[in-house]
């Protein structure tokens, strides 16, 4: 689907342009007579005869000419009849900016749908409704009614306040950042983000993708779409807001722990989206991946005329993950050769306060051109003798001659601001604080390992399918949303997620032959219908060790039962593998309203409950992403073992989180589950789900 | 001491001022011209006659009148001699900018020592060397190498970088924000920033105090005296540079865990420092404190004409430990009263995005007289109907009539700045992110309740020190570094720590009397000085639950031991209390080069190791800084007890620290040590520390 006639129209009408100059249908058609719309645009308002000089129509439909796209600025109620207008004359696209729809309650939702319906029969598309319209910088038009028009670039921006739009529009002028098509969502009766990622990720004049998001609208559709998208061009997005939309059930572990936050956390990384934490970040990450070349690796080389910033800049490398190079001992002696003998060799390397740009760009250029340097990141303080312009000048030329990444941090304001023109002129992004260049490179650096990562490969198992829609059947026709403890088992065995041995025993003799096949030691049960609280009647037996045992269990078990419950069937002995692994973890899964099944990992018992120490991802997923899963969690290093320990066997929670990813892909109509305890043993000894829960529902 | 020579003399001399413009003597010398000093000022230079027509003299001691303070600019191996000029002359303070001392090595450290003793034998005090300079913008006089005179204001900083001043000065200028002294430390031969802080605190005029520090100069002088500073001004420091300054013990878990980075974040949290994570929290700390009154708790109402800027707002609340206030019944009705239908009424309240000052000025004024609320956070986006100038104006007349704190965030660039400028000539500070502004009101009221907390009192438990002085003397005429375990649990309970009760016990008859006094069950160990691995031989029982198994056993173990080892001396049998407490926690102590004790407190075991979920504090610490160490550990609901689980003996653990930290102080040669594990009994059961190691040195 091509965007074209909403980015590129023909001509334009602006349907509701008062003759007030404050109002916003008048700002909105200034916007478009200023900003240098090359084809015919009209006014249209039935009690105005011409605006500026420009004749004004009453109703679009007496607009002598083709009209590609119409922005639409009348009270809500008359927007249906302005919508069947459109259709008639044949209008392509329209920005609905009129507020009363959706977001005003009932009524005004049930006036968005009509409005929609209606464009649809039409085949016309709509940015908002409730919004401040949409600019593009190279068509070029401003069909919003912001107060600035961006300059011209290379980033595209849609966010769902519009509000937040006025405010990044005039940061944008100051920090002389350029946009190229600039949206704002409304309330998304029709485009949504995706619509916008796909067009933006086609446009070759987009080199960076950003947004402000308080949800999304289809959120599996949104992970598929931007998956694809961040392979090719940076998705940088904020998303506000943290509370959960939708009922949520809470029965679960999983249920309890995740969060719409943790959905949008988990999907944003599985999916390559560079995340800020900020608008601020949002810029400074734009920036970053608007001017430069990805660093092909995380050893950054610092550059600076004083001391004091360079340990800034290495507390910040190292709280971000970027390591500093070491340089080879050519370089180091080369540094040596020229540089004073209190100068710092070593990274971050010190040229010292007194450096003229020659000093400073000698280092730089031999810093650059070390092969352990993936990124250069170029300080300078504006002390007395320091050539700023000069040395601004040097880094662009280095710049044109590298490949590798360049950042600056040229501190301070007026002192320093015609270097800083310098760098952005030459696609150096500056920051006034090392803190906010190194996270960048950081995000970079991210990004560059999403853009370089493998196909993403979902493994299937050959699993029993048909079994488990046999028993989510029964439990549907009797009306059981929980799944009874024996289902839940047989469900994940199904799937091949190993579970305790179990075999029921009618009499001793079927018992000892079974014990035989399960080895010891054993966990016995009584088996009756009946006998609820097994224990309560003496009916559970644990850690029969050898045959002469399970004799003599077997007939206490009978013999008990009977003595406490005369008239229960019982239908002799459950004999149960003993499992006796030391490590438990929690596999979960939870129906996230937004993306769907979103899985969980953490250790058991008080890892998960008091420390919250879980990971998340949307299912499906892959085996690495099984396997970030269950290393980014703190307490990790349990399970690889400490202190000499033996790992656990980590490969058999890997499949079991496959296996699971699985199996709540195929039935969408698992609401919750826990694995809990999955338990672990030691490398090569697998491990065994002993305890399942799972609710049905929706 | 007073610095009155430093900041406010009367004369001051340049010696070393060069007739080239460019280089620092001249650039210091026209800075003093220029700043508007009132006493007279003198360059020394013996190959010129005038500079700028103002007559030179070849030598300080030339000048026909008094000098009261001199900038030394000549090179460092001229500078013995300088100050022993100075002294003759009378001079009372010097700011020597020259380089090449300390930081040149070993012989600019003799160097730089020669000259401060010169200093000190003339009672003459230094900045510096190795410095930019320092500035009063009240005296006022600017006797730096800056490019920038700072504007007047009441915050005072000291910087260990020079460099780093030179850029904080370019951003000050643009961001608006006032100095009153403004000191590069250089070297700190002589002056500290304990010096500075003292001199700040006592200053009319200084309100906020701000430094960036790489490391302190005497780290328990810095204790004392910021804590006190902290109570009467805010002191908000950067502290750069992650790297331990000498040597580590490491033999301990927690001298593993401790390091320069966990002793500074102790040492200022314990002193009331507000520590900023970089400079653009300093500066973004300093104008709300420099401008805003504290909030006298956490509860804050947000007022917005952009929905997704208050829910960014409301976002960044959450993380940073705001509560949106929960406005009475009253104000919210009166807000509904005359807001639109579309706006959000609760916190934050959204007055839509075409509201004017009006409407935007009528909620704040409600929400700010509510007594939920603590503080307002005014946000503003520039929408086309917004009146940015007047709504400044309202809440800076707002501002006059609350003793509330507001802070401001109106969003974006050009289109607020004449808003913003009016928000700052009425102390209003604002942020140009959300983030930001709440990131500083949190900082505001974390410093609110230091300001509040009580005055520290440090407990004096009655200990048997002599007993532990004779231990640690015995060490060390035996030249032992670390104790053994005898000795050590000796050390903890003569100061009052319990240890598992043990008696030794010749004979059996010994041994059943003992046992009764003790309790059972019992751990048995065979008593031989020559018997070291005292399992391999037998000679260990555990869990003696009668007097039966206490026969057996002491038979067992002695005719084991006799067996086995048939020249050992056999003394008898160790009998000790069985401590069959679950929960274990480690306390320890790490001799910081700095800051002397550091304690250290986490979960036994795994928590420890793995998870490195640990606290630290310096010792003394107070009952409540125990309490706060103990409770800030993530894992600290295991201890309280998670799952209907009794909580653990919490005020055991709070004795057990503040006993430690009495011990560590009393006694300094203390380098390490551990107590793994105090094993920690249900609530009123106390807890026993059944493993010690102690290390001795320094």
Not at 315 to 324: P, V
Not at 642 to 663: C, F, Y
Request: with cysteine; net charge neutral.
């Amino acid at each position: 689907m091509s965007l074209k006639s909403l980015f590129y129209p023909g001509s334009i009408a602006v349907i509701g342009v008062s003759r007030e100059e404050y109002k916003v249908g008048h700002l909105i058609f200034d916007n478009i007579r200023n900003s240098g719309f090359k084809g015919p645009f009209f006014p249209v308002n039935p009690k105005a005869d011409e605006i500026h000089a420009i004749k004004c129509y009453p109703s679009i439909l007496d607009i002598p000419v083709d009209v590609e796209m119409a922005v639409i600025v009348v009270p809500a109620k008359f927007v249906p009849k302005v919508m069947e207008e459109c259709g008639k004359k044949g209008v392509k696209a329209t920005v609905i900016i009129s507020a009363g729809f959706k977001e005003a309650g009932i009524e005004g939702s049930k006036l968005e749908k009509e409005v929609a319906s209606i464009a649809k029969s039409n085949g016309i598309r709509i940015v908002g409704p409730n919004c401040l319209g949409i600019i593009n910088t190279d068509s070029p038009y401003n069909a919003s009614f912001t107060t600035h028009t961006p300059k011209k670039g290379n980033i595209s921006f849609f966010s769902q306040s519009g509000a937040l739009c006025a405010a990044i529009l005039d940061w944008s002028t100051e920090e002389k950042i350029g946009f190229h098509k600039f949206v704002s969502l409304g309330n998304k009766a029709d485009l949504t983000e995706v619509d916008f990622l796909e067009d933006f990720l086609k446009d070759p004049k987009t080199k960076v993708i950003t947004g402000y998001l308080e949800g999304v609208t289809e959120g599996e559709k949104f992970i598929k779409v931007v998956s694809e998208v961040s392979k090719k061009k940076p998705v940088i997005l904020v998303k506000a807001g943290g509370t959960d939309s939708g009922a949520k059930a809470v029965s679960s572990h999983t249920g309890t722990l995740a969060g719409s936050q943790a959905a949008y956390d988990a999907a944003f990384k599985q999916s390559g989206v560079i995340h800020a934490q900020s608008v601020q970040d949002l810029f400074d990450y734009s920036i970053a991946l608007a001017y430069q070349p990805l660093p092909l690796g995380r050893r950054a080389a610092i550059v600076t005329n004083a001391g004091g910033a360079g340990v800034m800049t290495s507390d910040a490398c190292e709280r971000n993950g970027i390591i500093l190079s070491q340089f080879s001992s050519e370089t180091v002696d080369r540094l040596r050769s020229f540089l004073p003998s209190a100068a710092n060799v070593y990274n971050p390397v010190d040229v010292l306060g007194d450096s003229l740009a020659e000093r400073y760009l000698r280092a730089a250029n031999l810093l650059i051109n070390d092969e352990n340097v993936d990124s250069l990141v170029a300080i300078l303080v504006p002390a007395a003798p320091t050539q700023i312009k000069e040395t601004a000048i040097g880094l662009a030329e280095l710049s044109k001659r590298t490949e590798k990444t360049i950042i600056a941090c040229f501190m301070g304001k007026d002192h320093v601001k015609a270097g800083i023109e310098i760098l952005i002129d030459n696609s150096i992004p500056n920051y006034y604080f090392p803190e906010r260049a190194i996270a960048s490179l950081a995000a970079m650096y991210r990004y560059y390992k999403y853009v370089v990562s493998p196909e993403k490969i979902y493994q299937k198992f050959d699993v029993d399918k048909e079994k488990v829609q046999k028993i989510f059947a029964t439990a549907i026709s009797e009306d059981k949303r929980f799944l009874g403890d024996e289902e839940a088992r047989e469900v994940v065995k199904a799937y091949g997620i190993r579970i305790p041995k179990t075999e029921l025993a009618k009499d001793i003799n079927q018992a000892t032959e079974i014990a035989e096949r399960i080895g010891y030691p054993l966990v016995l049960k009584v088996a009756s219908p009946d006998i609820l609280h097994k224990t309560d009647v003496g009916g559970v037996k644990i850690g029969i060790k050898n045959k002469q045992e399970l004799r003599d269990s077997f007939d206490d078990i009978i013999w008990e039962a009977k003595r406490y419950m005369p008239n229960a069937k019982i239908l002799g002995v459950i004999l149960q593998e003993f499992i006796s692994a030391k490590r438990e973890v929690i596999l979960g899964m939870n129906k996230d309203p937004q993306f769907g099944p979103l899985l969980m990992f953490g250790l058991g018992g008080i890892y998960v409950e008091a420390l919250k120490d879980v990971s998340f991802r949307v299912a499906p997923i892959t085996e690495s992403e099984a396997w970030e899963m269950i290393s980014e969690i703190k307490s990790f290093p349990l399970l690889r073992g400490i202190r000499g320990e033996k790992s656990a066997d980590i490969d058999s929670i890997v499949n079991s989180l496959l296996r699971l990813s699985q199996l709540v892909t195929d039935f969408p109509n698992i609401l919750e589950m826990d694995i809990n305890p999955l338990m672990v043993y030691d490398k090569g000894k697998r491990s065994v789900a002993t305890d399942v829960r799972i609710s049905l529902g929706g």
